[in-house]
Nanobody
């Protein structure tokens, strides 16, 4: 499956953005989906995940209560709604697909089947 992320931008602290990730070329509904981010000089880190069934969502502690992951299988799209953004949320955000949400939640990068190209999110203070 190929992934195409969009929706990043520049926002002030406390603002909101919604990222989208459109999938093509595979059976979207059978993949667990998620988001990672990578800030300059830092490793790529897990942000949020959702299993293929859509039952249950998982979040990194740093974003819990502020970010919401959702998916629309009819549109082959996964979303990340980001509210109350902070300067430390500044990073390039990547969508990801895996056979199990476990691989996303644990940051098991070798088991990520597909990556989106990344979209920049910049939060100013």
């Amino acid at each position: 499956v190929q992934l195409q992320a969009s929706g990043g931008g520049l926002v002030q602290a406390g603002g909101s953005l919604r990222l989208s990730c459109a999938a093509s070329g595979g059976t979207f509904s059978t993949y667990a989906l998620g988001w990672f981010r990578q800030a300059p000089g830092k490793e790529r880190e897990y942000v949020a995940a959702m299993p293929w069934s859509g039952s249950g969502t998982y979040y990194a502690q740093s974003v819990k209560g502020r970010f919401t992951i959702s998916r629309d299988n009819a549109k082959n799209t996964v979303y990340l709604q980001m509210n109350n953004l902070r300067p430390e949320d500044t990073a390039v955000y990547y969508c990801a697909a895996a056979q199990q949400s476990y691989y996303i939640r644990t940051g098991d990068l070798p088991n990520i089947r597909s990556w989106g190209q990344g979209t920049q999110v910049t939060v100013s203070s």
